[in-house]
């Protein structure tokens, strides 16, 4: 009798045991369309030399539209427009970025957590760790984020952004 009441122990035992184990494995994947609502607004970023990049995040559908300008000493020496959606296949949304004076760019990001977030050049989806240029960055506070972008492993730039209100 001993041994079948110690038996049964051991055994749920290793139920709650393998139950514990297989709770702490299964993390859930974060929500990509709530996670980049966090975008939307105007940003406002400076840098040095009396430069400023502004950026402004509008809804637009299952994704979002920006409009992006940079001014030194008050003039106006870049500019920018963005439309990105979200690809349910892919889990990650994907933007086009038309530069002003150049080609244009096409990007996907997608968040790792519910504050950090990558991103690399289309052509780099399917290895991004071996990407010649990405990008990460994490959201601070909701009115807080940087980003940083990496050419061949390496920081070229890092932008932080401030909520304008």
């Given at each position: 009798m001993k041994k079948l009441c110690l038996t049964i122990s051991i055994a749920v035992f290793l139920l709650f045991l393998l139950n514990g184990v297989q709770a702490q494995t299964t993390a859930t994947k974060p929500n990509q369309?709530?996670?980049m609502?966090?975008?939307?607004?105007?940003?406002?970023v400076e840098l040095p030399k009396d430069t400023v990049y502004y950026v402004d995040y509008k809804a637009f559908g299952s994704g979002f539209e920006g409009y992006d300008r940079t001014l030194a000493k008050d003039k106006m020496i870049g500019e920018e427009r963005e439309l990105w959606g979200y690809d349910s296949k892919l889990d990650?949304?994907?933007?086009?970025?038309?530069v002003k004076g150049k080609d244009i760019e096409i990007w996907v990001i997608w968040f790792t957590s519910n504050t950090k977030f990558e991103s690399v050049h289309l052509s780099d989806i399917s290895n991004p760790d071996k990407a010649s240029i990405r990008g990460?960055?994490?959201?601070?506070?909701?009115?807080?984020y940087s980003a940083s972008e990496f050419m061949n492993g390496k920081v070229v730039l890092t932008y932080n952004f401030k909520r304008v209100k």
């Open positions: 369309v709530e996670l609502k966090q975008f939307i607004g105007n940003w406002k990650k949304f994907v933007g086009a970025d038309f990460e960055g994490e959201f601070k506070s909701p009115d807080a």
